[in-house]
């Protein structure tokens, strides 16, 4: 439970919650949460993952924490289930993978190194900073065609979202306190 994931999964949670007000079905929808303890898959977590899937009827994983990935992707595949990568566009791993939350890393690397190189120092050092949708194109879901595999929304709808979150008519807190 590191602040990187916290704000990961808590965005996540925003998100699903919103999408389920949106669609009138908040009182349907329940979210499992749980910290891995690490940033690898092992028989313990798919053990989890498997539960949820075949007790719980949860549809989806969203695997935040590098590795942790194989363990909901091998426990998807069992039950046909789906999971939502983390960190850059994992689609090529499997079928099951739907979409991506992905760290822009490089534009965050650019947007630091030109302002060092630039001489603004003190814009970024010995500071903690932020690099959201509300800074810059620093997060995302992976767009092209071969990566989408969201059936009931759309890159549009995502794009409109995005922009909503850019604007700030949508606000994501990012709180790391439960």
């Not at 949460?33 to 899937?53: H, R, S």
């Not at 509300?134 to 059936?151: F, I, K, M, Q």
């Amino acid at each position: 439970a590191v602040p990187a994931v916290i704000r990961y999964g808590f965005g996540f949670v925003q998100g699903a919650n919103a999408a389920a007000v949106d669609m009138d079905i908040a009182e349907e929808v329940t979210v499992e949460y749980v910290y891995g303890g690490q940033f690898f898959g092992d028989a313990d977590i798919t053990g989890v993952i498997d539960t949820w899937y075949q007790t719980l009827g949860v549809e989806v994983v969203f695997a935040c924490g590098g590795g942790i990935y194989t363990s909901a992707v091998e426990a998807a595949k069992k039950y046909e289930a789906k999971v939502i990568g983390v960190d850059v566009d994992q689609s090529y791993i499997d079928e099951c993978i739907i979409t991506s939350a992905m760290k822009q890393l490089q534009n965050v690397t650019e947007t630091v190194l030109e302002a060092l190189n630039t001489g603004a120092w003190d814009t970024y050092a010995a500071k903690v900073s932020n690099f959201s949708l509300a800074e810059g194109e620093y997060v995302g879901l992976p767009t092209a065609e071969t990566s989408w595999r969201l059936n009931t929304f759309t890159v549009e709808e995502y794009e409109t979202v995005k922009a909503a979150i850019i604007d700030g008519s949508i606000a994501v807190s990012n709180t790391t306190e439960a």
